[in-house]
Structure formats: structure tokens, C-alpha cells
């Protein structure tokens, strides 16, 4: 089983205070994954940009954004971070195309749309996304859940 982490539920780990229960499940899923038992967690490269992008301009105006950088620093560090594809692009924009041509979309027509790049990613190598976003990832034909609805599994036998 492979998580591909969204942007919206790395927000709420790298929080310092807030969000004890998501960063609770997060480090049981790594904890598990970390046995080695066929279970792979991943941060997209999108959700990283998104957020790095923001606290890397705040930087020298806002203390908490150095924080926050660190934090999201130790969450890729631990996770891994799936790149983009030129595959991921292609899927992406035909994905895009469709959605537009059956009149819905995540994103302006002018804008980056961020959402169907992750569900080309999820699509390349089969992923849940892990997000509170699933109606936008689910529309292009992707596993997207709630961190909540995925529970954390039992100890594998042996373990």
C-alpha cells in the first residue's frame, strides 16, 4: 500500500501546536511502515512546493515560517517526497482536459491546478492521497481519503 500525502494534511502536521491527532497518526503509519511490511508513505512533490513556496517568502518577515520549514524539512525527510514526472504532466493535462469538457475542475482556467497534478502522481504509482480534499482528487479517478477514514492497521504477525 502506498500514501501519497496532500498538501492540505501536511499543513496540519507541520503545525507546532495544533492537529496532535493527524501527527499521532501520521508517525503510527510511519511507525508501521517502518516494519517494513509493504506500506510506503510519501509526500508529493506539489504538496511540498506549495508550502515551501509560502514559507520561504515569509522568511525574513515571520519567525514561525523558519519553524514551520524545519518541520515540513522533517516530515520529507522521514516520508520521502514522490518527484514529477513528464509522465504525471501528461496524464495531468488530459485529465485537466476532461474535467474541463465535462464542466467541472479544482482550479480557475488560468491557474496551475494543483490537484489533478497530484492525481496524476497517485495514478502513475497506485496511491491512496491522504487529504480532507477528496472531492477534488476523486473526480479524476483516484483513491483520495480523509486521514480519519484510513485507519492505522493492526501489528503485522511477528512484529
Not at 44 to 53: I, P
Request: with cysteine.
Amino acid at each position: 500500500m502506498r500514501l501519497l500525502l496532500d498538501t492540505n494534511l501536511l499543513m496540519r502536521v507541520r503545525h507546532p501546536t495544533n492537529h496532535p491527532d493527524v501527527k499521532a497518526w501520521l508517525q503510527a503509519w510511519l511507525d508501521y511502515a517502518g516494519r517494513d511490511v509493504g506500506v510506503e508513505i510519501v509526500v508529493s512533490a506539489v504538496a511540498d512546493y506549495e508550502l515551501r513556496r509560502g514559507y520561504l517568502s515569509e522568511l525574513d518577515r515571520r519567525d514561525d515560517e523558519r519553524k514551520a520549514l524545519e518541520r515540513l524539512n522533517q516530515v520529507c525527510a522521514s516520508c520521502g517526497v514522490q518527484q514529477i514526472s513528464a509522465r504525471n504532466f501528461l496524464d495531468a493535462a488530459e485529465m485537466w482536459a476532461i474535467a474541463r469538457r465535462r464542466g467541472y475542475s479544482t482550479a480557475g482556467e488560468r491557474d496551475v491546478d494543483w490537484d489533478v497534478i497530484i492525481a496524476a502522481q497517485a495514478k502513475e504509482f497506485p496511491a491512496i492521497v491522504v487529504t480532507s480534499n477528496e472531492k477534488h482528487l476523486t473526480r479524476y479517478g483516484v483513491d483520495a481519503k480523509d486521514w480519519s477514514e484510513i485507519p492505522i492497521p493492526e501489528n503485522p504477525p511477528g512484529a
